[in-house]
């Protein structure tokens, strides 16, 4: 069994993607235009790992990397941030995957993926995975992209549905333990179509008790609605305890047992969005973990999301508990 670092078991395990981030040092140009980059650990799942860990949870991601420099770099960077990477495997006929991406404030951010013929972390098989380190960890995070090419699709549901069975078992009587988070994350280049996709996830979300997405992803997942209450109220349908909303400037809404919460986004100068999700899903664990109430969750996560958001970097940027805190007294109704 793998474990946490202190000997017991994680706080956050995701699974999923991982690469390197190469994003340019000049702003406002196109790839071609473009003299320098930096380079910095990625992935989504991967980076909710750093973040989660950036509040002292301990934390790991169920990936695979490439034989290659930068799979060496991978490990290197996620020990760096605090994550485990005892449950990193790795290909040995496929490279480690890179990401440019283009970087047009406030909401333009486009991304080339480089996974061909495919990506390591696609080409995870049921039969690889730790399943202790899946059934015992406090919150299991994973995402739509999982589900979008065999063996990844198979491993997904495989550890899924271990978990359902695991968690009704033995987590049903611990506060705050059998958290499984379905990021519903739809990258359309990964995809034949939104329909595939929406089958798929179709399979997953009654194994899950936590979805969590932007309009677009929650239409991908659960199909069109007029507003924000009725997609979360559609994932509720499909079984799960807390369905999260995500709307860019015009914040976000969570809908549980205890009703419907909407919270204002937090103020940001946007530098670069394409972490925000990720630390917005890092802060969304953390809060879960320690038991705070759906609004103090939300608006908590809406915060992380926009300190990266006024960043350049994903995972060099995630915030500590007492960054977000001061955050927080900079919105306009701050308590």
């Known amino acids: 069994m793998a474990a946490a670092a202190d000997g017991g078991t994680y706080d956050v395990v995701t699974m999923g993607r991982v690469g390197v981030d190469i994003y340019p040092q000049q702003i406002g140009v196109g790839l071609e235009d473009v003299e320098t980059f930096a380079k910095f650990l990625g992935g989504s799942p991967t980076n909710v790992a750093v973040a989660a860990a950036r509040y002292g949870r301990s934390a790991a991601v169920i990936t695979k990397t490439g034989a290659d420099p930068f799979g060496t770099f991978v490990r290197k960077a996620l020990r760096g941030y605090g994550v485990d ?91 705050g333990r059998g958290i499984t988070v ?65 709307q860019g400037p015009k914040g976000v809404l969570a809908l ?20 925000a999700g990720d630390a917005f899903g890092g802060a969304l664990v953390h809060g879960l973990l320690a038991g705070w109430e759906t609004e103090r969750v939300m608006r908590f996560a809406n915060a992380a999301g926009a300190l990266v958001a006024g960043e350049l970097a994903c995972s060099d940027a995630m915030p500590t508990e007492s960054e977000v805190e001061r955050k927080l007294q900079e919105a306009p109704d701050a308590a």
């Open 85 to 175: 990477d005892a449950l990193v495997g790795t290909s040995e006929h496929l490279p480690t995957p890179v990401t440019f991406c283009e970087i047009f404030p406030p909401d333009d951010f486009p991304l080339y993926f480089y996974r061909f013929p495919t990506a390591p972390d696609l080409d995870i098989r049921p039969e690889e995975l730790d399943l202790e380190a899946i059934r015992s960890a406090a919150v299991f995070w994973v995402t739509v992209t999982g589900l979008c090419q065999e063996p990844s699709r198979s491993a997904t549901l495989a550890a899924l549905e271990e978990r359902s069975r695991f968690t009704a078992r033995e987590h049903r009587q611990e506060g």
């Open 182 to 246: 379905l990021d519903l994350d739809y990258r359309p280049m990964f995809w034949d179509s939104p329909q595939a996709a929406r089958d798929w996830v179709k399979l997953a979300l009654p194994h899950v008790t936590v979805a969590v997405g932007n309009r677009e992803e929650c239409e991908v997942a659960v199909g069109a609605h007029d507003r924000p209450a009725d997609a979360a109220r559609a994932l509720r349908a499909a079984g799960v305890a807390l369905a999260v909303v995500k």
């Open 256 to 275: 549980d047992d205890s009703g419907q919460v909407e919270v204002p986004p937090a103020p940001v100068n946007v530098v670069n969005g394409l972490g």
